[in-house]
């Protein structure tokens, strides 16, 4: 499904300031794989997906979705293929449009355009019934300005827009770092879902360890723009976050003082 082979990303490159992001990262994801990636402040998880989102060029390597080589597709185009939510809930939603409007739009995303009406009753009658999925009462907001909502409430419905589609891959950017925890746990149940029912393709950063061991069939550890280890199966199952990181520990060589990681 995902498959990056020898990726390479440098910073700054020939200056005081040059940081080495990925290093000859090599991944790949089978369909269906929910991926959780982890790893201290500046291990590259979220260059890693701006990478594959076509944020970035590559310095080197080549990055293939669905048998795709899209290494040089620029980003634009890669919207129609990936679904994107950011740890910024402001980021996904355009703010001053109704929240019908937003889903129309997610709806639409890369269909030809046409002069036609703009939100046909079929259409709305469909968004309330995908609204109701989240539970916040928005199907009967549809109306509303999505500036108006909550942080969480906004995360949400990004989560949902993302998901509309069914993209080809789902990148998770600490999507969930800026929620109090109760309005997290609900997105994360969510976007559990969403996987399972429409068996997507997701990558999913986090910082939390918790989080990391809980959801997913596969987590990957990384640090210095490399993968440190690639855990799986039943073996990813039987983890703690101790032991998790005992291996980090291990492999890295340093403590993890101050590293947020801990507070998970």
């Given at each position: ?234 073996e990813k199952k039987n983890l703690t ?24």
């Open positions: 499904m995902l498959k990056l082979t020898n990726v390479c990303r440098t910073f700054n490159k020939g200056t005081v300031n040059e940081k080495k992001a990925l290093v000859n990262l090599n991944l790949h994801l089978k369909p269906g794989d929910f991926v959780t990636v982890i790893g201290g402040n500046g291990a590259g998880k979220s260059t890693l997906l701006n990478m594959v989102a076509g944020v970035f060029p590559c310095d080197g390597g080549q990055i293939e979705l669905d048998g795709e080589d899209i290494t040089f597709l620029p980003e634009y185009k890669r919207a129609r293929l990936l679904g994107r939510v950011f740890q910024d809930p402001m980021r996904g939603t355009a703010g001053n449009m109704w929240i019908e409007e937003n889903l129309a739009l997610a709806n639409r995303r890369g269909k030809r355009r046409t002069l036609r009406w703009g939100i046909t009753k079929e259409e709305r009658a469909r968004y309330q019934e995908q609204l109701q999925v989240l539970e916040l009462g928005l199907e009967d907001r549809l109306s509303s300005k999505v500036g108006l909502l909550s942080g969480g409430q906004r995360q949400a419905l990004t989560l949902l827009m993302a998901t509309l589609q069914k993209p080809k891959l789902l990148l998770l950017d600490e999507h969930t770092a800026a929620l109090d925890p109760k309005t997290a746990a609900t997105v994360l149940r969510l976007t559990d879902e969403f996987v399972k029912r429409d068996n997507l393709t997701a990558l999913m950063v986090t910082h939390n360890m918790r989080d990391a061991l809980t959801y997913g069939n596969r987590i990957i550890m990384m640090n210095a723009g490399q993968v440190l280890f690639d855990i799986e199966g039943e976050v101790e032991a998790l990181l005992q291996r980090f520990q291990s492999a890295q060589g340093d403590a993890l003082v101050n590293d947020r990681m801990l507070l998970s």
